[in-house]
């Protein structure tokens, strides 16, 4: 106990000293640990968003919400546990933008191999495997989302992956800017 103390002691007082070193610089003092306070994780806003890139080999697609906008949408209605309320996306099932480069449609085999990694504009990553977004081996509901509850989204977007199944939303990826598909060894 007196250990834990100790470096919570000494953890504050370096803190304390960051801060008044801000102070000085009349700026605004970061939270201790990142951005971790006593109060609960506080959250920075995302960088802005840029067009969607997925690459799978050497071929890559880049998308907007503007040339998702003519492709056939799903529409999905979950529950978000995280605001405790039900929300309805639209979007563009995943695959169908995979396949264009080359996903099969229909993997078996070695195709299985491959796995999805979904990449925020703010660094955040979700995993996939190939099985879970295709519907020909799975019950998919992975969706490119645009719209929430029929309007463009904004602070979450302009695209955030959407994954109907989840119970919780922790592998739904807001500010939606990269997708790799790559191969497990």
Not at 49 to 60: V, Y
């Amino acid at each position: 106990m007196k250990r834990s103390i100790g470096y919570t002691a000494i953890f504050l007082w370096m803190w304390s000293l960051g801060v008044i070193a801000a102070q000085a610089q009349n700026q605004q003092p970061s939270a201790p640990m990142g951005g971790m306070s006593g109060m609960g994780e506080m959250h920075k806003p995302a960088p802005p968003a840029g067009p969607l890139e997925i690459k799978f080999g050497d071929k890559t697609a880049t998308w907007t919400p503007a040339t998702l906008a003519p492709l056939p949408h799903t529409t999905v209605t979950v529950h978000n546990e995280h605001t405790k309320a039900d929300e309805t996306y639209s979007g563009v099932p995943l695959m169908d933008l995979l396949t264009p480069l080359g996903v099969s449609d229909k993997p078996h085999g070695k195709d299985l191999r491959l796995y999805v990694v979904a990449v925020g504009s703010d660094g955040y990553e979700a995993v996939y495997s190939i099985g879970e977004v295709n519907p020909d081996v799975h019950d998919a509901a992975v969706i490119v989302a645009d719209t929430e509850n029929g309007k463009p989204l904004t602070g979450d977007g302009p695209l955030k992956l959407i994954d109907a199944r989840d119970k919780r939303p922790a592998r739904w990826v807001r500010n939606l800017v990269a997708i790799k598909v790559q191969a497990a060894e």
